[in-house]
C-alpha cells in the first residue's frame, strides 16, 4: 500500500489565507505545480514561481511543488499577467488592456510589486530617441513648479509655491504636503519619502518626512561667522554624501558643507569664501552642485549678473584636500546653464549670450592649452549681446544631454568616430550631434524651467504651467 504525505492548498479572501489540507502520494512530486486561481486551472514550473521571491505567496506554493491545484480566491485574468511577468520579466502585449492600478493591487496581494515596478519603471529601459510624451500630471494650484526631483525608478515630488506634490512611481497617486517655505527654490530626494529642500529667502536645510505630511525631522545649518542665518544655494549629493551650498542671509559669506547621508552630520565644509570689498568671483555662490563619481570629484558652478555683463565660475572639488581641481571662469558667453556627464567625461554649458551649447573633455582638463570651451553650434554668436541664452537649461542623463532652447528640447549625443583619428593630446576626435524632440506648439512661447529623469521617464516642467509633462520611452506591454 502506498504512503501519503500532506500538502497545503491555499485560498485567498481580502488578504488572509485559510489552509486546507490534501493527502498525496509522493511519487506525484514533480517539477510542475497547478494553481486554481478563481476557477481557472494555470499550470508552471517551480523556477518560475521563486522569480516572485522569498516573501511572496507563489514562492511559498513552488516550495510545496505538488500536482493537485493549489486554490487562490483572486482574478485569474489579473493572475495571468503576473504570471507571464514572472516567466519573461516583461509584461505581455495583453497588459495594456487592463487598468494599471488593478495590476498595482494585485502585485501587492502576491507580494511582487517590485518586479511590476522593474518592468515598468526600469532606468535601463530609458531610449532617449524613442521618448514620447505620454501624460501630464496636474498640480491642482495657482503656483508654477518651481523644483522637481526624481527617484531611480520614476517616483516624482514636485514643489510648487509652499507646497510638494509627490507621484509614485506609477504615477496613479498623488499626494502633497504643506511647508514653511513661501517658495522652494532646491529640492533633491534622498529616499522615496524624504527630500532635502531649501530656499534662498528661508534660513536652514530642512529634511520632509513626505510621507508623514512634510514632517520636519531635522534643520542643517550653516554656522558662518556673523552669525546670521544661511539661506540655501544649491544641493547635490552622491551615494554617501549630501552637499549643500550656503549663503549668509548677509550675503557676505558662502560655503558648501557636506554631510553625510545616513546621519546628517557635517562631514567636511569646503569653498568657504568671506566677501571682502569688491572681490567678485568670492561673492558669487555655488547655485549647481553634480557629483562626478569616476574622478570624485564636486562640480559647484554659479554665475552673478552685474554692470559689465555675466560673470560666472565651475570649481570641481576635491572633498578629500578641500581643494579645487579644476576652474572655469566665465568673462565671455558665461553658462546660462551647465551640467557634468560622467558617462561623456565632460562638461556642457549653454552660452548666455550665443544660446549654443559647448562642451569640455575632462580628460583634457589641466593639460596646457586645453582648459576651455569647444562650441557645438555657431561659435560667432559668442559676442551676441542679445542674450539668447537666458533660461535655457541643460542636463545629462546616461550617454545623452538635453538642452532646452526657448521652446524646443534638443537631444545631444556624441558621434563614435575612428578611433585611428586621434589629435596630438593622444585622444580620438569627439563629433556630438544634435536631435530635436520637438516644440510644444500650444504653450504660447513658454519655456522650459526643469528637466528631470527617473525610471524610463524624463519629466518637463513649463513656465506658467501648474503641470508636470511626462515623456517616456516605453509603454506598458509594448
Known amino acids: 500500500m502506498p504512503t501519503f504525505t500532506t500538502t497545503t492548498v491555499m485560498s485567498s479572501q481580502s488578504n488572509n489565507l485559510s489552509l486546507h489540507k490534501l493527502k498525496i502520494n509522493p511519487k506525484t512530486r514533480s517539477n510542475i505545480v497547478t494553481i486554481n486561481v478563481g476557477g481557472r486551472i494555470f499550470q508552471t514550473t517551480d523556477q518560475t514561481l521563486t522569480q516572485a521571491g522569498p516573501k511572496s505567496l507563489?514562492?511559498?506554493?513552488?516550495?510545496?511543488?505538488?500536482?493537485?491545484?493549489h486554490f487562490i480566491d483572486r482574478d485569474p485574468d489579473l493572475f495571468s499577467i503576473l504570471l507571464s511577468l514572472l516567466r519573461t520579466g516583461n509584461l505581455p502585449s495583453k497588459a495594456k488592456s487592463y487598468d494599471l492600478q488593478d495590476l498595482i493591487e494585485e502585485s501587492k496581494f502576491y507580494k511582487i510589486e517590485s518586479l511590476l515596478v522593474n518592468s515598468l519603471s526600469n532606468p535601463s529601459q530609458f531610449d532617449p530617441f524613442n521618448l514620447q510624451k505620454t501624460v501630464i500630471l496636474p498640480l491642482n494650484s495657482r503656483d508654477t513648479a518651481s523644483a522637481i526631483t526624481t527617484?531611480?525608478?520614476?517616483?516624482?515630488?514636485?514643489?510648487?509655491?509652499?507646497?510638494i506634490t509627490s507621484f509614485d512611481w506609477s504615477l496613479q497617486n498623488k499626494s502633497t504636503a504643506l511647508t514653511q517655505f513661501t517658495a522652494i527654490d532646491s529640492m533633491l530626494a534622498i529616499s522615496p519619502n524624504l527630500v532635502a529642500v531649501g530656499a534662498t529667502d528661508f534660513s536652514g536645510l530642512?529634511?520632509?518626512?513626505?510621507?508623514?505630511?512634510?514632517?520636519?525631522?531635522?534643520?542643517?545649518?550653516?554656522?558662518?561667522?556673523?552669525?546670521?542665518?544661511?539661506?540655501?544655494?544649491?544641493?547635490g549629493s552622491s551615494n554617501d554624501l549630501l552637499f549643500t551650498s550656503f549663503e549668509s542671509s548677509r550675503r557676505n559669506s558662502n560655503s558648501i558643507v557636506v554631510y553625510?547621508?545616513?546621519?546628517?552630520?557635517?562631514?567636511?565644509?569646503?569653498?568657504?569664501?568671506?566677501?571682502?570689498?569688491?572681490?567678485?568671483?568670492?561673492?558669487?555662490?555655488?547655485?549647481?552642485?553634480?557629483?562626478?563619481?569616476?574622478?570624485?570629484?564636486?562640480?559647484?558652478?554659479?554665475?552673478?549678473?552685474?554692470p559689465s555683463g555675466v560673470l560666472g565660475n565651475?570649481?570641481?572639488?576635491?572633498?578629500?584636500?578641500?581643494?579645487?581641481?579644476?576652474?572655469?571662469?566665465?568673462?565671455?558667453?558665461?553658462?546660462?546653464?551647465?551640467?557634468?556627464?560622467?558617462?561623456?567625461?565632460?562638461?556642457?554649458?549653454?552660452?548666455?549670450?550665443s544660446g549654443e551649447v559647448f562642451y569640455a573633455d575632462l580628460r583634457k582638463l589641466g593639460s596646457e592649452g586645453n582648459d576651455s570651451w569647444v562650441c557645438l553650434g555657431d561659435e560667432r554668436k559668442v559676442g551676441?549681446?542679445?542674450?539668447?541664452?537666458?533660461?535655457?537649461?541643460?542636463?545629462?542623463?546616461?550617454n545623452q544631454v538635453f538642452c532646452s532652447r526657448g521652446g524646443d528640447i534638443e537631444l545631444w549625443s556624441e558621434v563614435v568616430m575612428d578611433s585611428s583619428k586621434k589629435r596630438e593630446e593622444g585622444l580620438p576626435e569627439r563629433v556630438f550631434?544634435?536631435?530635436?524632440?520637438?516644440?510644444?506648439?500650444?504653450?504660447?512661447?513658454s519655456r522650459v524651467t526643469n528637466l528631470a529623469f527617473g525610471g524610463d521617464r524624463m519629466f518637463v516642467t513649463w513656465k506658467d504651467q501648474q503641470s508636470v509633462e511626462v515623456w517616456q520611452s516605453s509603454v506598458m506591454g509594448s
Open 433 to 445: 550631434r544634435k536631435n530635436l524632440m520637438g516644440r510644444v506648439k500650444d504653450m504660447g512661447g
Open 206 to 235: 530642512q529634511i520632509l518626512d513626505l510621507e508623514k505630511k512634510g514632517l520636519v525631522l531635522e534643520t542643517l545649518n550653516w554656522e558662518n561667522v556673523t552669525k546670521s542665518g544661511s539661506t540655501v544655494q544649491a544641493i
Open 151 to 163: 527617484t531611480p525608478y520614476g517616483s516624482l515630488h514636485v514643489s510648487h509655491g509652499s507646497k
Open 58 to 69: 507563489l514562492s511559498q506554493l513552488s516550495e510545496l511543488n505538488q500536482l493537485v491545484p
Open 314 to 353: 565651475v570649481k570641481f572639488w576635491d572633498i578629500r584636500s578641500g581643494c579645487v581641481v579644476w576652474e572655469f571662469k566665465e568673462k565671455v558667453d558665461c553658462f546660462s546653464d551647465v551640467t557634468v556627464s560622467d558617462n561623456l567625461s565632460s562638461i556642457f554649458k549653454v552660452g548666455v549670450n
Open 384 to 398: 551676441n549681446v542679445r542674450k539668447e541664452g537666458v533660461g535655457c537649461k541643460i542636463e545629462a542623463h546616461g
Open 260 to 306: 553625510d547621508l545616513k546621519t546628517l552630520s557635517p562631514v567636511t565644509e569646503i569653498g568657504h569664501y568671506e566677501i571682502f570689498g569688491a572681490d567678485l568671483d568670492s561673492a558669487i555662490p555655488a547655485t549647481k552642485l553634480k557629483w562626478v563619481e569616476s574622478y570624485n570629484l564636486v562640480m559647484a558652478s554659479g554665475s552673478h549678473s552685474g
